[in-house]
């Protein structure tokens, strides 16, 4: 925890702005005093930062690694401020200077390293971690621009670059002097060593260096600050003087590009070949970095003795796209530190970890061998040796059993698989809710689970409630810790205590208040942004998350045209007041989730526009989707919609951040809704639609005509996909959903993700909202019930699940 000599940091401040900008304080931007305030945080943070690691060191703390792709961080100024406990004091410093601290935090643009709920996830692990405490290190990439920002245009999703780094990245440290060499291509060559032992060296490789920047994380109420390190690639040899000389000015930064190109995007677009091995690169590119950071880490401080890495060190792989860390490590242990495989392949099993994010098989990742293999020609040969002996146990344990082994097998069919490889490699595997390991279990892994039952856990997700509720909600922040005190802030059991106010009249009114407050604040966002004006009494029905068919965006805008045909064929239908709220990214290369996207739009432009219907409902479709806009539109939300088809959402952690802010659960049973609804109880969540089993049971019998001929009002939501006013340019435009629904598309099943089996559960559901909602006090008591129950949902007990039960950490708090 810092403290501040207010005067002394006034002075510090005007002195930066004139030092760094050669200008007075009324001169400076938002965008130069936010930079003031963020290196002036930062030096707050500097000694903390240092004694940390100098603390862990000294104790010979065991470190977990977390290697993930993405960690979408959100806006960091603020963030550290309230871990600090200098948020207000910082506020209090900014209105003297005669600046707005809300405008000041607008000033930061949002981290471009991350796209959805793994980078999120991966974000408040850091803050768990932090707070609690845990010697641990992130490792990932600094991607010099997100995937992408968003536009809607006429209606139509429109990637723009994401240059969150317009302004400078304000709280990160470059480390050029740590940066390592990173090889690419090459061939392999066998030579002896002076044992006459035979040893693999690379040639003729392509060399990229990695530049580690790190971005300090600091812990709520306490001195411990960990460090996410984010990897930049360059090249050494980048620009050639003759060339450009000569005139031949783009060969002559060419390599330079080619480099910089593995850090450059989040997640390029892989619909090419180009593309697949760009993505590939990107995954080798960060993994091997950060072993070779920690393995020299371990060096300095346990020398190379290499029996004693997995009691110093714990790697846990965020999903398949770190798992090529598993061979890259057998590469370091064999090849360079001449350890024999057998040795090598315990240690790697014993320090490595999986966590799976999905039930979608085409999600698991597989690479081709025509691309693998060239690109890391020795990582693939470890590959390789790692399958022969896997499938030499395979033939013990199951002799002749060849359609087990080919099923199991690495690589198998042209491509290598990356989840396999992850399985086979580490000594634990866990799903991240209760319902998603069960299926892993007895569906898509369950071979795996019964060759290695040991290896298999859950660990449901959460997410910190220093962000999603301290930061984001601080009028309902106050309201709970006037009530309980501020426990809760670091355990978020605490909050159970709130429950006793639930029924309380007084507290109820409070309550509602600040949701009005919220909902007018998210209102006011709405029509500077989307210039629709919405009705703050009205219900706030929301669903921001990744677009993708499975999530079933698709369900809830049908939903819509449904209420509007109601409302036009009858004015005098009765409808409580909804605005429908949408926020979420589709993949470029996802075009069908792109066209639900213009779909959406359509939608939102008919009946907001149309004088019957739009005093009941309005439709809003907020652009570029990230942290710091769900940030105002969590604690606004009354109604949470998490109704992807039961078994394929792993577990979500939208559908808990809205809880913890209190919005009522409409889902189906899938992720970790199941734990929200055993918690909270049905009648204070709205649960539809069939059951993970039920849909397993009927994929194959399936047949989405019936549901039409038997329901005529779904039957007339679907025609009305060819209606002119909706698809007003061509009546054709939304004719591949349409063929989706009932005849299937791209060699899927028609309605694969029972969108039409699920729409009158749906609808009834969404009355079942309405009357609810009728009932005000009733409303207030389920939220505030929803808000006491959700202690489980913190990140913080997750990540002390994964400290004691798979890295085998422990907490080393600062010396006072």
Known sequence: ?????????????????????FKTLSEASLEELHYVFSREALGLLKNNWTQTSNHWNKEKAKMAYYFSAEFLMGRWLSNALINMNLYEEAGDAAKKLGIDMNALEEAETDAGLGNGGLGRLAACFLDSLATGNYPSMGYGIRYKYGMFEQKIINGYQVEKPDNWLVHGDVASIKRPDEAVEVKFWGRVAIEKDHNNKNYYHLYDYESIIAVPYDLPVPGYGTSTVLTLRLWQASSPDGFDLDLFQAGEYSRAVSKETQAENISRVLYPNDNTVGGKQLRLRQQYFFVAAGLADLIRRFKKQWGTDFSKLPDAVAIQLNDTHPVVAIPELMRILVDEEHLDWDTAWGICIRVFAYTNHTLLAEALEKWPINIFAPLLPRIYQVIEE??????????????????KHKEMEIINDGVIKMAWLAIVGSHSINGVAQLHTDLLKTQELKMWYELFPEKFNNKTNGVTQRRWLLKANPALANFITTRIGDGWITNLDELSKLEQFAS??????????????????LAKYIQQHNNIKVNTSSIFDVQIKRLHEYKRQLLNALHIIYLYQRIKSDPNYHVTPRTFIFGAKAASGYHMAKLIIRLINAVADVVNHDPVVSDKIKVVFLENYRVSLAEKIIPASDVSEQISTAGYEASGTGNMKFMMNGAITLGTLDGANVEIAELVGRENSVIFGLTADEVNAQKMSYNPHQVLAQDPEIAAVVEALHDPIFASENVHMFEPIYQSLLYGVDGNPPDKYMVLKDFRSYINAQKQV????????????????????????????TIKQYAEEIWDIKPYPPKK
């Open 1 to 21: 925890m810092s403290t501040i000599n207010k005067e002394e940091w006034l002075r510090d401040i005007e002195k930066r702005v004139s030092v760094d900008f």
């Open 770 to 797: 309405e009357a609810l909602y009728a009932d005000e006090k009733n409303w207030a008591k389920m939220m505030l019930i929803n808000i006491a129950r959700s202690g489980k949902f913190s990140s913080d007990r």
């Open 504 to 521: 309380d009249p007084k507290a109820q009114e409070e309550f509602m208040a600040i949701k009005l407050k919220d909902k007018q604040l």
């Open 386 to 403: 790692i399958n022969r002996r896997f499938l030499h146990f395979l033939h013990q344990k199951f002799p002749g059993d060849w359609q």
